[in-house]
């Protein structure tokens, strides 16, 4: 861990051959970061978040059964007993040759055991033929629900402060804070890039798009870190260089282990998508679809974004105390 | 300082993680007679989530807004344990979350129990299962409509010593089962106070009604005085339900009733299908994995794919309780999520290692300060990122354990003060296998694989630099 230098023989090899100049297009590179960062906000804000019941609260009951129904009676024997419109959808059921009608509603209060189990006596009893069976149910008070979405948001906030604090320490002989923010910065560039992709594909916000976005949390920094890693130990081997030259070798000493990386965990993610595709369980879609997005993202937000709007934002803080 | 790595030190290495690969996968028990002693849990053994197994995962709040104090939740949770078990479900997690006022009950289904009504044992769980025997039959219906007992009361669930079922005749010698009661004795027992009001109400038309909370199951008329402690409920039994009674009665009554605020039930046949779809993706993503790392690292790539297996091992060994000192965990899908990570940050800091050795090789140093100083100068990269997945995964196991954990303790009191304990376990396994997957990193991916590169290449047979990604010399 210590970088005190012994002999020169023990000294990490220098960069030889051509480095790629990073840094060039600084101004037109943040400028389209913040523009895409924007725009897919913009984008989300639109066409709204599609909030999973674990979020938004209310209560979703599938059953299983067999035979032929008729959904509307299904649907109004339902709402004449929770007392609340109910939508109500059909699907063939994954584990046998029977279907799945699945009753969603959202009320005040959420629908309890007592009055669940209420339902679906009384629907067992209305069609006594088709075997009705209870297959999922999920039911979350709007509160709790609520809850939830603000505690991962919190938990989240905490780790970005905590981690922008590590870095700032870690990394304090090429100046901490503004490395450490300009790496959430481009965590936040990937997040919202998995979560564009969740939407256009018409993934609801459930707790897959949780992990996928805890997943992205540990992998977007961790590629940032590779990074300035590189930048911090040039900065001993090269006292004189510029921030800018400094950046641009380390972004070219770690661009081949970037993408190397980046084939095994994303071809690990489409090997996920392919398989699950394949074998019809695709409520893990919506975990592995995102998280390529998210990782692709993170490939070039660790090489271009970070570094490169921390050389800008040096750069400016540099023009200021000039004048 | 320059003490050189044996050349024995890689076959150490690689049978200590054979022999860790082996006893975690396998797990090792004995037969001793007809029992069979685990002393390590297999993978077979692993605790799989509700998400993945199917199951129940309820959460139950006071009904009414009642104020519960911290000590009648925990009596509460008690009961509610007490229940599940005498409904024979032993594999269940209970939490009582005192600063919201909630009990969290999660269990999943027992082999072979798909048929299993979870509406209805949830619904007897909240129940408060209140045992009251009253003097008359009178009752009034409250503002909600419900029927509410009023008669004075002679004895409650709390006087009885045990509660049983069995079969006796009934007036017509037809045998119809019932649920014996042995009250309690002593001053001021259940005993006593039966004796006192069949005394009262002998000869009297004046009944005694049984009342299960605001259901009145009886109403015999008292036509001797008991002393004997011992009464017998009727009431049109059948086997099941005669014994459910009993239990309700044994495990006690709940201070209020509950109800639930959230109530997820999760079919089987969803989640085994996934996790086979997720382990054959595993296979598969693995043995490319392998095939990639020694194509391009050669004997570093090699001996990164022993470190690997060592690492997840290591991971899976942490879930099934491999290691005394820590608990196991349970397994869900974002936790499978969290292991993925792990093994992709161990993948990477091979990858970085690999690289680094490749470049010091390439620009003319000897193997053995290459290797020293590529392992030497991709240790801080590697800790650097490691440690920040550290800090994700203590903020959300922290942020979403159970109320006792230790993280939980810490953070639930500060950070997340204003929040209850949280019912999404699932989170928490994602941090957990985050957590121990990034340790097993540290002691694999970098400790264990550079003391066997180090030791491989003290071997003349692999000291040719181009197994090191050197150039043709």
């Known amino acids: 861990m210590s970088s005190k230098k012994k002999t020169t023989h023990e000294e990490p090899a220098k960069i030889t051959g051509k480095v790629y100049d990073f840094c060039a297009k600084k101004k037109l590179i943040v400028i389209v970061a913040v523009c895409v960062v924007l725009a897919l906000i913009v984008g989300i804000v639109i066409r709204g978040v599609n909030l999973a019941i674990e979020f938004e609260g209310g209560t979703m009951l599938t059953y299983s059964y067999v035979g032929d129904l008729d959904t509307n009676a299904v649907g109004n024997e339902a709402e004449n007993i929770v007392g609340v419109p109910v939508s109500v959808r059909t699907g063939e059921s994954l584990d046998s040759d029977g279907y799945q009608i699945t009753l969603s509603f959202t ?25 009705l069976e209870l297959f999922d149910s999920n039911d979350v008070s709007p ?96 006292p004189k260089a510029s921030l800018n030259e400094l950046i641009n070798m380390g972004c070219t000493q770690s661009l081949k282990r970037s993408i190397r990386t980046s084939i095994t965990t994303i071809g690990t993610m489409i090997i996920v998508s392919i398989v699950v595709l394949a074998s019809g369980y695709t409520s893990l879609l919506s975990f592995s679809v995102p998280l390529i997005f998210g990782l692709i993202s993170g490939t070039y937000s660790s090489l271009f974004v970070a570094p490169v709007t921390w050389s800008w934002w040096k750069g400016n803080e540099k023009k200021k105390s000039k004048n | 300082m320059k003490k050189k790595t044996r050349k024995s030190t890689f076959f150490i290495v690689v049978a200590f993680i054979v022999l860790f690969t082996v006893s975690t996968v396998t797990g090792l028990d004995y037969l001793y007679g007809d029992n069979t002693t685990t002393v390590i849990k297999g993978v077979n053994d692993i605790r799989l989530g509700i998400d993945i197994k199917g199951g129940v995962d309820v959460t139950f709040a006071p009904a009414d807004d009642y104020d519960a104090t911290d000590e009648q939740l925990d009596a509460a949770a008690s009961k509610i344990k007490t229940r599940l078990a005498a409904l024979g479900i032993n594999d269940n997690e209970i939490y009582s979350d005192n600063k919201s006022d909630r009990i969290i009950v999660r269990f999943p289904w ?104 605001n259901t009145m199951i009886s109403y015999p008329t008292v036509n001797s005085v008991i002393t004997t402690g011992e009464a017998v409920i009727t009431g049109n039994f059948t086997e099941e339900s005669s014994k459910a009674l009993a239990d309700q009665i044994n495990s006690g009554a709940l201070p209020f009733k509950m109800v639930t605020t959230s109530f997820k039930t999760i079919s089987s046949t969803m989640g085994e299908g996934s996790l086979d779809a997720i382990l054959l993706a595993a296979y598969i993503a693995f043995a490319l994995i392998a095939v990639y790392m020694v194509v391009l690292y050669r004997l570093p790539g090699f001996v990164a794919v022993i470190a690997l297996i060592g690492q997840i091992a290591g991971t899976l060994a942490a879930i099934t309780g491999w290691f005394g000192f820590m608990p196991g965990s349970t397994l869900t899908i974002p936790g499978i999520a969290g292991i993925i990570l792990s093994i992709g940050m161990g993948v990477d800091a091979n990858i970085i290692t690999g690289e680094r050795i490749k470049e010091e090789i390439r620009s003319g140093k000897s193997l053995d300060s290459a290797i020293r100083i590529a392992y030497k100068r991709a240790f801080s990269a590697i800790l650097d990122g490691n440690i920040t997945n550290v800090i994700i995964a203590i903020i959300l196991m922290g942020a979403f354990g159970v109320p006792s954990s230790f993280f939980s303790q810490i953070l639930n009191k500060t950070v997340f003060f204003m929040f209850g304990a949280t019912t999404e376990g699932v989170v928490y396994s994602f941090g957990f296998t985050l957590l121990v997957g990034v340790v097993c990193n540290f002691i694999f991916g970098v400790f264990a694989a550079q003391l066997m590169v180090k030791s491989l290449s003290r071997f003349k047979a692999f000291q040719n630099r181009k197994l090191y990604g050197g150039d043709t010399k």
């Open chain 1, 107 to 131: 009320s005040e209060e959420g629908l309890n055991a007592d009055r669940q189990f209420e339902l679906t006596e009384a629907l067992t009893t209305a069609f006594p033929d088709n075997q």
């Open chain 1, 143 to 238: 509160a709790s629900g609520r809850e939830f979405l603000l505690k991962c948001l919190l938990a989240m906030i905490v780790a970005a402060v905590l981690i922008i604090i590590y870095i700032a320490i870690r990394f304090s002989k090429i100046g901490g804070w503004s490395a450490g923010i300009c790496s959430i910065f481009a965590l936040c560039h990937d997040l919202v890039a998995a979560l564009a992709a969740s939407i256009l594909f018409g993934f609801e916000f459930n707790a897959n798009i949780v992990a996928v976005i805890l997943t992205i949390l540990g992998y977007s920094i961790n590629n940032t870190i590779v990074i300035y890693d590189r930048i911090r130990e040039n900065r001993t081997l090269f």
């Open chain 2, 110 to 213: 027992q082999a072979g129990e798909s048929e299993y009504d979870a509406e209805e044992a949830v619904k007897e769980l909240g129940e408060m299962a209140e045992l009251t025997f009253r003097k008359g039959t009178d009752s009034e219906t409250d503002d909600d409509g419900n029927t509410v007992p009023t008669g004075e009361i002679v004895l409650t669930g709390d006087d009885v010593d045990k509660a049983g079922y069995t079969q006796q005749p009934d007036s017509n010698g037809n045998l119809e089962w019932v649920v014996t009661l042995k009250l309690t004795n002593g001053e001021g027992g259940g005993t006593e106070k039966f004796a006192a009001a069949t005394a009262e109400l002998n000869g009297t038309s004046t009944p005694i009604s049984i009342w299960m909370d």
